[in-house]
């Protein structure tokens, strides 16, 4: 077999083959970044029509992670996916707290989801911070509660969160608010690598213009 | 806003939505689960004519389970999405090198990826046991040059490799050799989340037997 295991020419091909699918959309070269890693990591160039960043959405995460803020996740999956070396230059940290004893213990006494009483324990830390939702939509509908109720004020959301029940309109719901700056993607799909991707591909406009 | 919070009315009203989509499938009540978890964990129904299950892969993948027998997987986020707990319960554990200093090494030395270098490292030790590959197509290349050239046997592979270089490739020819049981899906997609969703299927199915 002959195949391509070079990293670095494995990811320029990548690049190559998705363009094509986003030459018809009117993006800024990093949103075309933001969207061209999404399909990567989905290997599905139908994500293209359903990606929204809302205006200034890129702006507020690039300042925050410069200005050090943390980012606060809703599984391990995303907290494992985050390149924490490129975060951790800036001087921010990831939290996840969806499998601490005490969340469980919340979650099962309101019968309430673990990400949900992950995400209300976090409280006032979430200001200027940068949210990042692949998975649990009651998550979502947590953090916009908190926004809503609590006042609560992070410098972005990235809500990606996936499936059948409550996780498109948890999103359509994140997108139809203007308090906070968003990233989203329309519909069911969604998931952990599709947060991870846009996070990590904003992390790496940072840490390039910085280089 | 009024939203299902309980987990498991999630899990249950997820599963009755997915369905309806499976239901021209014919499958075996264990096939079911997999194909219901692997659409469940990326919200995207058009999965169910991509998935391809070896005659006898999930026999075997619960026979290794049962007996005690590790997972080797490509990289960190399968590793975290694993249920850990579930698997420990049988005597397994999860093994990923992706991240090993001396692993870099090698890949830097060789110009070869790391999660190629990882499995390679693994030689012998996957003998018997369960591979998921849930990301890097040089993984699942390599695993099945060890298979062809090393005569190394595992007990299943769940690859399930994502993107535009070499992932459709990786599975196609996985799916074209008969001496290792298989789940995979077809072309571009695929990812973390769908090795994920698969192995923790088999785990639950297996459990839920011994309890």
Redesign the interface.
Known sequence: ?K?????SE?ER??ME??APYLADYSLTAEELKVYSRII??????YYAPLIKISAGALEATKAALLDGRDIFVDV??V???INKRALSKLGGAVHCRVADDEIKKIAVEE????S?AAMRSFGRALDGAIIAIGNA??AL?EV??MIDEDGVRPAAVIGVP??????A??KK?LASQSTVPFITVE???????IA?AALNAILYIVNSARN
């Open positions: 077999m195949f391509a295991t070079s990293p494995i091909r990548s083959i998705i990567h990591a989905s290997g599905d160039v391990e999956m907290r494992t996916g019968k309430i989801t673990r949900m939509p009651t509908f916009l509660r996936v499936g059948f029940v409550g996780a309109d948890s719901e519909g069911t799909k969604g998931g952990s690598p991870v």
